[in-house]
């Protein structure tokens, strides 16, 4: 199971999970992908565990490598210096088959009038009108059945 498919069994707010070495927090609303995390670093995410998140098992590096490799923006990091990510040196904007636009970048996302709506590094925003958590992508394509045109 995701840590998208356990997003409405846990607390819908910013979690922090913190050691010497680095502090990881995960953003519940946010998350919706397969398990990036999962992958690139699986003893340190683990879904299956009701504290999901052990940065004590990784390395900082390891975990910064994760953690920039999650296309939503749910995970972020900072190191006790106080530093933490910045942006790719070529932003990019990639559609999901039937899914999300996937960007990266000093991304910001404002309204028509010029409103600051959502800025970061990593974002997936809706391409199938059907989120209820705009203007990011909350894994409401696959109920409504989205496909590409
Ligand atoms: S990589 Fe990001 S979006 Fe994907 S499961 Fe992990 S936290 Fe969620
Ligand atoms: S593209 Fe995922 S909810 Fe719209």
């Known amino acids: 199971m995701s840590p998208a498919d356990e997003r409405d069994r846990r607390p819908r707010r910013l979690q922090t999970y913190e050691t010497e070495a680095i502090t990881v927090t995960f953003d519940p609303t946010r998350c919706i992908h397969a398990a990036e995390c999962i992958r690139t670093a699986p003893e340190v995410f683990d879904s299956r ?11 900082a590096e390891l975990i910064e490598t994760a953690v920039r490799r999650c296309p ?31 960007v ?14 959502a800025a970061g590094f990593r ?6 009108g059907a989120t209820r958590n705009a203007p990011f ?3 409401s394509h696959r109920e409504v059945g989205f496909r590409d045109p």
């Open 72 to 102: 939503t923006g749910a995970l972020a990091y900072r190191l006790p210096d106080g530093t933490s990510e910045t942006a790719d040196d070529r932003p990019s904007v990639r559609a999901w088959r039937n899914g999300p636009l996937y």
């Open 137 to 139: 992508c909350d894994g």
């Open 104 to 117: 990266r970048g000093d991304v910001r996302v404002e309204t028509e009038d010029g409103r600051p709506i």
């Open 49 to 59: 565990r009701a504290r999901w998140i052990k940065p004590e098992l990784g390395s």
């Open 123 to 128: 974002m997936a925003l809706c391409r199938c």
